[in-house]
């Protein structure tokens, strides 16, 4: 079962950074992430996310390898492929991977304009080796669904900072 954990920073440079931190962790095996999403608050109230995966370049990637090659059997590879990318685009915008983007824009909705949440999907991990890296960043705990003794714990590590 994976775990969810959301962290807010300052700006959205440290979030960003702690992020970029938790990939080279998931190089080394210490943790799997099932998402990593950089929430922003910006100045006018709304929430900016910024995806690990952009699905709708992925989207349009796929749809245009597909129509392409249902174009060669219509001999117009170029209007398939157009067309093929065109809605792969828009069923990957429409395409919510990982944390849910409504729930993680209502958990954001906390932070201070300009300030940033890391939001994590957490499957297996080496939580000692992990947390004592991941502390450097500081940040303080917005939510999880790690129980009440883990999460004491790994605020009371980012607070060390």
């Known amino acids: 079962m994976a775990d969810l954990i959301i962290i807010a920073y300052d ?3 440290k979030a960003e950074a702690a992020r970029q931190e938790l990939l080279k962790l998931q190089k080394e095996y210490l943790i799997e992430l099932g998402d990593a999403v950089v929430a922003v608050r910006q100045e006018d109230g709304s929430i900016k996310l910024h995806q690990m995966i ?10 245009g390898l597909w129509g392409g090659l249902v174009g060669l059997l219509f001999l117009n590879p ?12 828009l069923a990957g915008k429409f395409t919510d991977v990982g944390i849910n983007d409504d ?3 209502q958990a954001s909705s906390a932070l201070g304009p300009n300030q940033a949440a890391l939001c994590v999907l957490v499957g297996k991990v ?3 080796k992990v947390v004592a890296d991941m502390a ?5 705990v917005l939510q999880t669904s790690l129980s009440k003794e883990q999460e004491e714990k790994l605020q009371a590590a980012l607070k060390g900072a």
């Open 11 to 13: 700006s959205e440079a």
């Open 136 to 140: 450097q960043f500081g940040g303080t």
């Open 103 to 105: 729930f993680i824009r």
């Open 54 to 63: 952009n699905t709708t370049v992925a989207g349009a990637a796929s749809g």
């Open 78 to 89: 170029l209007l398939g492929m157009a067309i093929g990318a065109g809605a792969g685009a």
């Open 126 to 128: 080496t939580a000692d």
